[in-house]
């Protein structure tokens, strides 16, 4: 009924695996970070349909992943497909652009897995399944950030006064990088947007199924060049580029994992700063504590904190029954 391997395959039901490879029929993806595209070319290859919302199924497509139209199901939120004797739809997720959480009817049985997710009952609807499979990454007790529920406004003020100094670089993954975008703009940070290359690519795909990301300009382009000249602008690059930052800009590292100061300095022109796509170890908990599932499955296949979810929810909240996957954990 309900299983996750090693390799982070979330097996629901009978014909579903979720965010890792296994031969059923059909693979689902959560969204289109790369931990959960595992083994995509092997399911495309022996999956008959890979189903996601349009959003994650488009991002894919960026990304160098080729699905074929008629292995291609599109299924928006809150749509139920009935396919060989089960039922399966897709809920928000509040992570990056297109995730979503995923239910499964099979005998009678609803078992939903998450995903990855933050502000679960606002921007995450909380599930109640019969089964219910959690995200554990942030699942020890010390993962809690103080200053989450300000965390959009500091980093929009923090982008905003930099500017004053000249040219921004952020740096993130790709999907965290337009989520940014769509925060600044909503606080009104104007400055022009300019990208290259896959991140230019991406945010053509937010703004085609309408984040409202504007004044977004191509590095290359005549346009681009002469914002650049003018040094008032926001450039957006990947993560890993960020040990290679130009220090004549300042430069902004997004990362979930700087927990207990929303900022830190790593040297005169260059910063960290903690804003997550993902709830902390209180919106685990919330979920777990609101959703009416008795049972609760510990996803560690992509966390070393699913044991200290395990004794934690044992612990305090001795009314759900608590299951760390894979059994290797």
């Known amino acids: 009924m309900f299983d996750i391997l090693d390799n982070g395959a979330i097996l629901l039901g009978k014909n579903f695996t979720i965010d890792g490879h296994f031969r059923r029929l059909f693979r689902v993806l959560t969204h289109f970070h790369s931990d959960h595209l595992n083994e995509l070319d092997k399911s495309i290859k022996e999956c008959a349909s890979i189903i996601a919302t349009p959003i994650t199924l488009d991002a894919i497509s960026v990304l160098g992943y080729t699905v074929p139209k008629h292995k291609r199901i599109d299924l928006e939120y809150g749509i139920t497909l009935d396919v060989v004797n089960e039922k399966i739809r897709l809920e928000k997720a509040d992570h ?17 897995y998450t995903g990855d997710f933050k502000n679960p009952g606002k921007g995450t609807p909380i599930l109640n399944p019969d089964v219910l499979v959690i995200d554990a990454t942030y699942g020890s007790p010390l993962h809690k950030r103080p200053y989450k529920e300000e965390a959009e406004m500091l980093f929009s003020d923090y982008i905003r006064d930099a500017l004053i100094q000249g040219p921004v670089r952020i740096y993130a993954y790709y999907g965290k990088i337009q989520e940014a975008m769509r925060i600044l703009r909503q606080f009104n940070v104007d400055a022009p947007f300019i990208v290259s290359g896959k991140i230019k690519d991406l945010t053509n795909v937010a703004i085609k199924h309408g984040i409202r990301i504007d004044n977004v300009f191509e590095e290359k382009s005549k346009e681009g060049r002469e914002i650049m000249k003018d040094g008032w ?23 979930g994992w700087v927990l207990k100061d929303f900022i830190r300095r790593v040297d005169q022109k260059s910063f960290i700063i903690g804003l997550s796509s993902h709830g902390d170890f209180d919106d685990t908990i919330y979920y777990i504590d609101n959703t009416t599932a008795d049972i609760i499955v510990i996803d560690g296949s992509r966390s070393k904190f699913a044991r200290d979810l395990f004794e934690f929810g044992r612990k305090y909240l001795p009314k759900k029954t608590f299951i760390v996957l894979p059994r290797s954990v």
């Open 96 to 112: 990056i652009m297109g995730a979503s959480q995923v239910v499964v009817n099979t005998d009678g049985i609803e078992i939903a």
């Open 233 to 255: 602008y926001i450039s957006f690059h990947h993560v890993t580029n960020f040990k290679n930052r130009d220090k004549t800009a300042t430069n902004f590292l997004l990362d």
